[in-house]
């Protein structure tokens, strides 16, 4: 069975292999058309290392049976699943080749768990279930990290709102205009909302509008905060309303909304604690103070008898 299932894998490969060679040109122009189309010019990143031949390799067959796979994908699934890899960050991964590690996962979990099941000997019954498992996991899963690292994500960008406002209401009063404003905020700030604000501006040095590149960045990470920043930018350049009125009223209420998140968060620490208190930090201590005393009730039972 184990060497059933090894060159079942290794046959795989060599077509996809094959399937790569025939069409990897194509796919190239494919991928490159797709990713400026739709991201646009990515924001400054710090240089990670790509892993060599291998990665390279992983991401050329992950695009190819993306590719393949992929046609069938509606356009609406399609665009949903762009902006969760650019609420992410993931800027240069189109969706065709995320679908793919999705399907090469989807391959490799149950895959592993056969190997496992071969190798030790589970039985039967959980060798099924366990099966069942690791296929909903190979699938789920790397979506799964995309939305939690979307999450988290918006949440830094959500709570670093404040700062960047904070920013341009000192540099506005200071006689800068709100693009020279923009960009010293964004020479400042780091994380995910600082590579936002750089993106932006590299929209905007490419000839959109200040208001447009901002609509374009609340489109990329829509965050209540952020939500509130861009409509009252946009409404004050429509309007005519002084940029530094709007924003020193606008980082009162953001102090506001932080207030505010803050006693949330407070009224739901104890539900969020009750059930480490009831079942880890509660037996624990009922172990430690009546643990000695029912020893002392057991032993005073035994020499009375």
């Not at 994500?153 to 020279?180: F, K, M």
């Not at 643990?291 to 009375?304: C, K």
Request: net charge neutral.
């Amino acid at each position: 069975m184990l060497i059933f299932v090894v060159g079942l894998f290794l046959t795989g490969i060599a077509v996809a292999l094959l399937l790569r060679a025939a069409f990897l040109p194509r796919l190239n122009m494919a991928e490159t058309i797709e990713t400026i189309d739709g991201y646009g010019y990515a924001a400054h990143q710090p240089e990670q290392s790509s892993g060599g031949g291998v990665r390279a390799g992983l991401d050329d067959l992950a695009g190819l049976v993306g590719s393949l796979v992929g046609k069938r994908l509606g356009s609406i699934r399609e665009e949903q699943l762009r902006k969760e890899l650019v609420a992410a960050g993931i800027y240069t991964m189109p969706p065709g080749r995320f679908l793919g590690y999705r399907i090469i996962s989807l391959v490799a979990v149950p895959a592993t768990w056969i190997w496992v099941v071969v190798a030790i000997g589970v039985p039967g019954l959980l060798a099924v279930l366990g099966f069942a498992v690791a296929v909903f996991a190979g699938w789920s899963t790397p979506l799964v990290i995309v939305r939690n690292r979307a999450r988290r994500r918006l949440e830094q960008i959500d709570y670093e709102t404040p700062e960047l406002i904070d920013v341009l209401v000192v540099t506005v009063e200071a006689g800068l205009g709100l693009a020279s404003s923009l960009q010293v905020a964004a020479e400042r700030l780091r994380g995910p909302l600082g590579e936002e604000m750089r993106l932006a501006l590299q929209e905007q040095s490419l000839g959109l509008q200040t208001t447009e590149a901002l609509r374009n960045m609340l489109d990329r990470a829509d965050t209540p905060a952020l939500r509130a920043f861009v409509r009252s930018i946009v409404q004050g350049e429509s309007l005519g309303v002084s940029t530094g009125d709007i924003m020193r009223n606008l980082a009162e209420e953001m102090r506001k909304r932080r207030r505010a998140t803050a006693e949330e968060r407070a009224q739901k620490a104890p539900v969020k604690i009750l059930f480490p208190l009831a079942f880890l930090i509660f037996p624990a201590m009922f172990i430690v103070l009546l643990g000695p005393a029912v020893f002392q009730f057991i032993e005073g039972f035994g020499s009375a008898r």
